[in-house]
């Protein structure tokens, strides 16, 4: 499965962004809709973190304690693609974001994660 993320880039503290992925490479008899998808992010000098997951149906989602509230995600399966809406942005979230699938339903670790895409930079100043 390759995943591609766009919609990176710079942003005031307050403002907004919204991240996608699109995944395609299934294998056979496997659709976007057989799988999980999430968004983890790494900062430099920092561990790899939980941002937010949302099952295959859309209907069921989940989000790190340092951005609820403030981040939501949501997919589309007829095309493909997960969303990351960023909104009040702090310079903490400046990060490298990474697009993740899965076949289950585990979010929080890393390691559950079986699909990972190369990631975009988000960079929010004061």
């Known amino acids: 499965v390759q995943l591609q993320a766009s919609g990176g880039g710079k942003a005031q503290a307050g403002g907004s962004l919204r991240l996608s992925c699109t995944a395609s490479?299934?294998?056979?008899?496997?659709?976007?809709?057989?799988?999980?998808m999430g968004w983890f992010r790494q900062a430099p000098g920092k561990e790899r973190e939980f941002v937010a997951a949302v099952i295959w149906s859309g209907t069921r989602s989940s989000t790190g304690d340092s951005v609820k509230g403030r981040f939501s995600i949501s997919r589309d399966n007829a095309k493909g693609t997960v969303f990351l809406q960023m909104n009040n942005l702090k310079p903490e979230d400046t990060a490298v974001y990474c697009c993740v699938a899965q076949n289950g339903l585990d979010f929080s670790s890393p390691k559950n994660w079986g699909y990972w895409g190369q990631g975009t930079l988000v960079t929010v100043s004061s």
């Open positions: 490479g299934f294998p056979r008899g496997f659709s976007f809709s057989s799988y999980s």
